[in-house]
């Protein structure tokens, strides 16, 4: 099992900026993929980004320009920096990762529990 524990949530004003952290723990021989999505009241969840091993980024059309993710190998950790928030980005956003527990396992999908964004007008 893996565990992600996100922080860096909260209330922000609209046009603010705000960083999201995330550390994975438990047993993890390897990460490949970890990153950001969220969900919005009545809406599906949704990619806001992921950051491959290698270091490729992959990001929503509508946060592109606006959040940079990044990531630390070497800790399990993963960051969503999130500049020039909207009314439209408040929502749970959920750390994300795949990852396997021994060399040539299968690979496994976790979530976060979820830190809520808020963004005031």
């Known amino acids: 099992q893996v565990q992600l524990v996100e922080s860096g949530g909260g209330l922000v004003q609209s046009g603010e900026s705000l960083r999201l952290s995330c550390a994975a723990s438990g047993n993890i021989f390897s990460l490949y993929v970890m990153g950001w999505y969220r969900q919005a009241p009545g809406k599906q969840r949704e990619l806001v980004a992921t950051?491959?091993?290698?270091?490729?980024?992959n990001y929503n059309d509508n946060v592109k320009g606006r959040c940079t993710i990044s990531g630390d190998n070497a800790k399990n950790t993963v960051s969503l920096q999130m500049n020039s928030l909207t009314p439209d980005d408040p929502a749970v956003y959920y750390c994300?990762?795949?990852?396997?527990?021994?060399?040539?396992?299968?690979?496994?999908?976790?979530w976060g529990q979820g830190t809520q964004v808020t963004v005031s007008l």
């Open positions: 994300y990762c795949n990852a396997d527990h021994f060399r040539g396992g299968p690979h496994f999908n976790y």
């Open positions: 950051i491959i091993r290698d270091g490729t980024t």
